[in-house]
């Protein structure tokens, strides 16, 4: 059964740090058949949007709003998904979810979600 369960959300301040964490089950996230794992978020009164992601040959994506401030990274032993995130801005605040992708052909986006962690960035 597959299981994504997020942790690391919380309060910062403008200019702060957090790192945000999916731990990983039923599945290896950089293997066959995990396509992409991927970190999502949602602002409240807005659409949820693709913030970073990871393929299963390493391969990442950074939307432009985060790129030089956010890391995806992985590990593959802990079978467990990361987003480090520096100097977040207000805008930043959202619920960030972690997803994946799991298919025998990589297309069609994430399939699986997890349940969400609130991150609150305060000026």
């Known amino acids: 059964q597959v299981q994504l369960v997020e942790s690391g959300g919380g309060s910062v301040q403008a200019g702060g740090s957090l790192k945000l964490l999916c731990a990983a089950s039923?599945?290896?996230?950089?293997?066959?058949?995990?396509?992409?794992m991927a970190w999502y978020r949602q602002a409240p009164g807005k659409e949820r949007e693709l913030v970073s992601s990871v393929r299963r040959d390493g391969t990442t994506t950074y939307a432009d709003s985060v790129k030089g401030r956010f890391t995806i990274s992985r590990d593959n032993a802990k079978n467990t998904l990361y987003l480090q995130m520096n100097s977040l801005k207000t805008e930043d605040t959202a619920v960030y979810y972690c997803a994946a992708e799991i298919r025998t052909s990589c297309s069609g986006g994430p399939n699986y979600w997890g349940q969400g962690t609130q991150v609150t960035v305060s000026s």
């Open positions: 039923g599945f290896k996230i950089y293997y066959y058949p995990a396509c992409r």
